[in-house]
């Protein structure tokens, strides 16, 4: 990855936790998040009792859109969470400016990108800290994992001693001789056993992704309706899932769910990604508990609330993204071109599928 270091951790979630605390996330602080993201990115966040702030998703990369942060930066405000949605590189170097201009740590969500590159360096090695899943649906699985990546010795001995019920580790020692906070975040043996057989597999299969997630591009952007995703200049993402917008217009009024199952029907399984995860009520049950009652103001949890409704470009990536997942992109030429011409039947017959019921 061009780490100096790697910590090992339980899982995607746990490396996520351990990075929101060495970098001194601590209850009553807030941190700018993607909202297009799997949930454990929300909940690492509130687990240090800390408000996840979201920042809006740019429609067109489906990731965190840098204009809309700084508006979200209060005096609360400890870190930047970006996260590399389906593998697909944020536009860092914005993120980074804002984060030193207000002196934020920057704690990359990239458990769905290894090897996910932004301008000849791997996403992970961009922030303060990088984190990683090898949850059984990723690239590199182990059923359950995760790491923790970074260059400061200082922040890596801390995530050490965090992980390992706060066993003192380098040079970090903490108030007392043997331990200080800490949790059971660690890996067993033979999770990394299994991992380290996949390195080879990994590279070999990720540019078996790359080539054919290229070629489903050139195809599927010819096809009025289908907007494939646009990525940041010199990034090369790694497609944990290959995602595109939908717009119903152009497909004569045909609706997305209409046409996930027309794609469905025509062999090719895919779905509509994630949702508006903040209407769920997970956040409305974090906020009206006890704890967050006492470390926020009525005044300042009544305009985060209402803040979700802001998220404009983010509802509109909800409510128009397909998203096909990782294995057909390791499929033939043949299958590829399968998917393309599967799009194009639909958009062709899309005035009778959308009569129908």
């Given at each position: ?263 469905n029907a025509e062999g090719v399984p895919c779905g509509a990604g994630y949702h508006e995860q903040y209407f769920d009520g997970l956040l409305d ?73």
């Amino acid at each position: 990855m061009g780490a100096k270091r790697c910590l090992a951790t339980a899982s995607g979630t746990t490396a996520l936790l351990v990075s929101l605390h060495v970098l001194d996330v601590d209850a009553g602080d807030e941190v700018i998040v993607s909202p297009f993201t799997f949930i454990a990115t929300y909940n690492a966040v509130l687990i240090n009792k800390a408000l996840p702030v979201f920042a809006d998703t740019d429609p067109a990369t489906l990731t965190i859109d840098p204009a809309s942060i700084e508006s979200r930066i209060t005096d609360r405000t400890r870190a930047i969470l970006p996260v590399h949605i389906y593998g697909l590189p944020c536009d860092m170097d914005p993120i980074n400016a804002i984060a030193r201009k207000h002196k934020l740590a920057v704690i990359e969500d990239a458990c769905q990108a290894w090897l996910a590159e932004y301008k000849g360096r791997k996403c992970g090695v961009l922030g303060d800290l990088g984190c990683f899943s090898f949850q059984n649906s990723k690239h590199l699985p182990a059923g359950e994992g995760g790491a923790v990546t970074g260059d400061s010795d200082d922040l890596l001995d801390r995530a050490q001693a965090f992980h390992n019920c706060g066993r003192a580790f380098g040079n970090f020692k903490g108030p007392r001789p043997y331990f200080t906070r800490g949790s059971n975040y660690r890996m067993q043996q033979f999770q990394a056993v299994i991992l380290m057989q996949q390195f080879d597999k990994l590279i070999k299969e990720t540019e078996i992704r790359r080539a054919h997630a290229q070629h489903l591009t050139e195809g599927l952007k010819t096809i009025p309706g289908i907007q494939t995703v646009r990525l940041p200049q010199n990034s090369n993402p790694v497609w944990h899932l290959y995602p595109f917008r939908y717009d119903a217009d152009q497909f004569n009024g045909l609706s997305r769910d209409k046409f996930l199952r027309a794609l469905n029907a025509e062999g090719v399984p895919c779905g509509a990604g994630y949702h508006e995860q903040y209407f769920d009520g997970l956040l409305d049950e974090a906020i009206n508990s006890r704890g967050f009652k006492r470390l926020f103001s009525p005044a300042r949890l009544k305009a985060y609330r209402e803040s979700f409704e802001e998220l404009k470009g983010n509802r509109l990536v909800c409510n128009t993204t397909v998203a096909m997942t990782q294995n057909l992109l390791l499929g033939s030429r043949d299958d590829m071109d399968h998917i393309i011409e599967a799009v194009r039947k639909i958009h062709k017959h899309s005035a009778a599928l959308a009569k129908a019921s």
